[in-house]
């Protein structure tokens, strides 16, 4: 029982995303982090407030670290079918540095 435990809370903390999912949570923060900052210079330079850019950006970066950190499910909908360690191709004659590797 402690076994499955550990094994959900590992699932659940791990944070596997595929690829298309990584391109996605780059483009989100990308998006996220510049409109906020233009929208923290805005509004620091129209209130001549250096504190409302600081905040308005901080709220920015954490809204995004919130928004794309966790392992979300939209962020695996195409996961990569690997091949298992043992079904390699035996005797490929794959040479490094002059030795043959099987």
């Not at 043992?86 to 002059?98: H, Y």
Request: proline share 4%; no cysteine; net charge negative.
């Amino acid at each position: 029982m402690a076994d499955q435990l550990l094994q959900q809370a590992q699932n659940l903390l791990e944070g596997q995303i595929d690829f298309e999912g990584q391109k996605l949570t780059e483009l989100i923060s990308t998006i996220i982090l510049a409109v906020t900052g233009f929208l923290a210079f805005a509004l620091g330079f129209a209130q001549n407030d250096i504190w409302i850019t600081l905040w308005v950006g901080l709220g920015g970066t954490a809204l995004t670290f919130f928004i794309v950190v966790p392992p979300w499910p939209i962020f695996n909908e195409n996961p990569e079918n690997w091949l298992r360690a043992n079904s390699g191709i035996s005797g490929a004659g794959i040479e490094v540095d002059g030795k043959k590797i099987n």
